[in-house]
């Protein structure tokens, strides 16, 4: 392992070269780039999903840590691993600090393994839109966690907003095993299913097995609201008026009911993050049926038919920030402010100094009311 302190882009890439040099590692196969944008809080279980996922895919693992954007000096810190605690790959751990982690494609994009797909997972609350981030539009599979945002269903209908081939979110994945034994259940069911109730909580999980189901079946499919963190049961009314049921049990189990056939117990156990990232980073092509299930749950149709590229959109935080407009002023219905207003140009109640704006307003002011004043 190689670590480098207040680094460069091109000393990491020379310490990446060195360590696969020594490890022998020349001809090792690669078969993607997984770029894991995360902040230093959420590193631990980051670097965790991220292991699992290169332990079941050969892959260059390369992370960044956006750390004190608003530091004065832009810095980077580097650790470099080749079979390391990151798995038995290659890794490279990027600390970034200052402005530096707003241009991570500028350390990053020299670190892609060539000739390989490159994903991203943001294991932070993903960006408004994902043209906002470098690291995303120059990927070819970005992955992203809306249960990690404020409100997690209005971040899934920025997903379908923002949408374009190659998105996917681990609510998504969530439900993998579910809609797995309900498409299974099928093979033995004669009935046609005309309306269908999901009984869960209303979380992204919830909502995209609504719209899958809706997607699959082109029937009326409702979510009935129930307490718990995950999907309890999901029932299917048929024609001849049977229905099928899959009901959670426990973590790790579901009973499903079939018509004339009783009762299974099937394995319905809850993944961890690992888990959830490594069957992601098993697909490399477009995600067509995410895309179908999550326009049936907003309403926006025709999402697989998007252009799968983006541009980046230059998006500076520290310029937003300044260019938000100041409070109203309180009026005081007269020119002359009461006795005990602050100073011309002072604004006491947020010990900012006036803007500019303000100051013009100040000058325009009559003598006599700059006098009171002082």
């Not at 020349?26 to 902040?39: H, K, N, S």
């Not at 609510?171 to 099928?186: D, E, K, Q």
């Not at 097995?209 to 299917?236: C, F, M, P, Q, Y």
């Amino acid at each position: 392992m190689s670590t480098l302190w207040d680094t460069t882009g091109s000393d990491v890439v020379k310490a990446l070269s060195s360590e696969r040099r020594s490890a022998g590692a020349l001809a090792f196969g690669l078969a993607l780039t997984l770029v894991v944008v995360t902040d230093q809080q959420s590193v631990e279980e980051a670097e965790a999903a991220a292991t699992a996922a290169a332990a079941a895919h050969p892959c260059r693992l390369l992370m960044v840590i956006r750390r004190h954007v608003e530091a004065p000096d832009p810095r980077l810190d580097a650790e470099v691993l080749i079979g390391g605690r990151l798995g038995p790959g290659e890794a490279v751990v990027m600390r970034m600090y200052g402005r530096l982690a707003l241009h991570a494609e500028s350390v990053t994009l020299p670190l892609l393994a060539p000739d390989a797909p490159v994903v991203t997972w943001w294991h932070d609350a993903p960006p408004e839109k994902i043209a906002y981030d470098p690291l995303g539009v120059f990927a070819d599979r970005r992955i992203t966690d809306v249960a990690r945002c404020a409100d997690p269903m209005a971040a899934l209908e920025q997903r379908a907003n923002d949408y374009a081939p190659g998105d996917t979110d681990l609510a998504w994945t969530r439900t993998t095993n579910w809609r797995s034994l309900i498409a299974a259940a099928f093979d033995s069911v004669t009935g046609r299913p005309t309306s269908a109730v999901v009984s869960g909580p209303r979380t992204p999980p919830s909502a995209l097995l609504v719209g899958w189901l809706r997607s699959r079946l082109g029937i009326d499919v409702t979510l009935n609201e129930a307490r718990g963190k995950e999907i309890s049961s999901v029932t299917l009314k048929l024609d001849d008026g049977r229905e099928v049921k899959l009901e959670r049990a426990d973590n790790r189990s579901a009973t499903l009911s079939l018509p004339d056939q009783g009762q299974r117990t099937q394995p319905l156990a809850s993944r961890d993050l690992g888990d959830l990232l490594a069957e992601e980073v098993r697909r490399l092509d477009d995600d067509e049926v995410y895309a179908e299930s999550l326009g049936a749950w907003t309403g926006i149709e025709g999402l697989s038919k998007q252009s799968p590229f983006r541009t980046h959109i230059w998006r500076d935080p520290a310029q937003e920030k300044a260019a938000e407009p100041d409070p109203p002023e309180s009026p005081h219905g007269s020119t002359t402010p009461p006795a005990d207003a602050p100073a011309a140009g002072s604004d006491q109640s947020s010990g900012n100094s006036s803007s500019p704006g303000e100051a013009e307003q100040s000058d325009e002011q009559p003598a006599e009311a700059g006098a009171d004043q002082g």
